[in-house]
């Protein structure tokens, strides 16, 4: 019996540890990015999976995403402004946007 438990907790941990899906989805969550974006649907803002697929090969858009984060931005998916996020340090923001670009 604690061996099914803990080969459970371990095959848990190394999904959220390894599983690109998973790996910055608390931050977003605990940074409040969850609240107007999704991983694959339309909220306020665009969905991650929709980001990811419009700037993919773009060299840049990293950085300026991660810009965007931090600062807040508009034009682009809407009439409807990102507001700045002064919850996110810049380290933060760049795996944030690392982890939006890596969605499929």
């Known amino acids: 019996m604690?061996?099914?438990?803990?080969?459970?907790?371990?095959?848990a941990t190394a999904?959220?540890?390894?599983?690109?899906?998973?790996?910055?989805l608390a931050l977003a969550t605990s940074k409040n990015c969850?609240?107007?974006?999704?991983?694959?649907?339309?909220?306020?803002?665009?969905?991650?999976?929709d980001?990811?697929?419009?700037?993919k090969g773009d060299k840049?858009?990293?950085d300026r995403l991660a810009a965007k984060v931090m600062k807040g931005g508009g034009g682009v998916w809407g009439q409807v402004p990102m507001p700045a996020n002064p919850q996110v340090n810049?380290?933060?923001?760049?795996?944030?946007?690392?982890?939006?670009?890596?969605?499929?």
Do not use: N
Not at 15 to 24: I, Q, Y
């Open 34 to 49: 969850m609240a107007c974006h999704a991983i694959d649907k339309k909220l306020v803002g665009p969905a991650y999976k």
């Open 15 to 24: 999904l959220f540890t390894v599983s690109p899906a998973f790996a910055d």
């Open 60 to 62: 840049a858009a990293a």
């Open 90 to 104: 810049e380290a933060e923001a760049k795996k944030l946007v690392a982890w939006v670009l890596s969605q499929k």
């Open 51 to 55: 980001v990811a697929a419009k700037y």
């Open 2 to 11: 604690k061996r099914t438990v803990f080969a459970v907790a371990l095959s």
